[in-house]
């Protein structure tokens, strides 16, 4: 099953709303996840990397006012877009490395469809 | 800094033949390597993985990739393609520590010709 759990899985919001997606790494605890964006036809774009317990680190371009990042506790990160407009649509992805205790592997979440009308 | 140069975009190859998809990296620390597939609308999943043991690595499904270091190269191969295997690959990199994020390479698109 799933170590990385990402909800929703598909979500469709109107232009100017908010919209939150959640991050839990059920077998592990994560100090560190991180979330990536992928437009259709190309290749996955690290966004940020959520620290728990302190503020996220953006990637260049990346706005952090409006790809807000949360990450309260060791199984939890999450991403809010806010005043989401037609061109955030896309597919949004977290990963986070399980230790020792997790396999000392990377594990991505099963992915997140925006659309926003 | 890490980087991934996938070799082509788009690969097309006849059922039942080999499967070449190439990747170069640059990494200023000993690499991780990493193999994905993803199929379309869906997520990614791990294909295989290169972490510094033997520089040969098999993965799911049949395909196996090479840690060249003189090459800087981790091309990913199958001996013979099915009609399941078309989809998009993505090559990637990080270094060894936990909290180090992967870099994707652009991805190739691989089709298989019945």
């Known amino acids: 099953g799933a170590v990385v759990s990402q909800h929703p899985s598909r979500v469709i919001c109107k232009s100017g709303t908010s919209v939150k997606i959640e991050c839990r790494s059920l077998?592990?605890?994560?100090?560190?996840m991180f979330w990536y964006r992928q437009f259709p036809k190309q290749s996955l774009m690290l966004m940020a990397t959520?620290?728990?317990?302190?503020?996220?680190?953006?990637e260049q371009g990346v706005e952090k006012d409006k790809f807000l990042i949360n990450h309260a506790s060791l199984t939890l990160s999450t991403l809010t877009v806010t005043s989401a407009h037609p061109e955030d649509s896309s597919f949004y992805i977290c990963?986070?490395?399980?230790?020792?205790?997790?396999?000392?592997?990377?594990?991505f979440g099963e992915g997140s469809w925006l659309t926003v009308v | 800094a890490q980087s991934v140069t996938q070799l082509g975009s788009h690969v097309s190859v006849s059922e039942g033949a080999l499967v070449l998809l190439r990747c170069n990296y640059s990494?200023?620390?000993?690499?991780?390597l990493f193999w994905y597939v993803q199929y379309p609308n869906q997520g990614l999943q791990l294909l295989l993985k290169?972490?510094?043991?033997?520089?040969l690595v098999k993965g799911i499904n049949g395909f196996e990739a090479e840690f060249k270091k003189s090459e800087t190269s981790f091309h990913l191969t199958k001996p013979s393609a099915h009609m399941r295997d078309a989809a998009e690959y993505f090559c990637?990199?990080?270094?060894?520590?936990?909290?180090?994020?992967?870099?994707f390479g652009k991805g190739t698109r691989l089709s298989v010709i019945a």
């Open positions: 077998d592990f605890q994560a100090t560190t």
């Open positions: 290169y972490t510094s043991a033997a520089t």
């Open positions: 990494s200023s620390v000993p690499p991780y």
């Open positions: 990637a990199v990080s270094g060894h520590s936990g909290n180090t994020p992967l870099v």
């Open positions: 990963s986070a490395h399980g230790g020792r205790k997790g396999g000392n592997t990377i594990y």
């Open positions: 959520s620290n728990e317990g302190s503020k996220a680190t953006y």
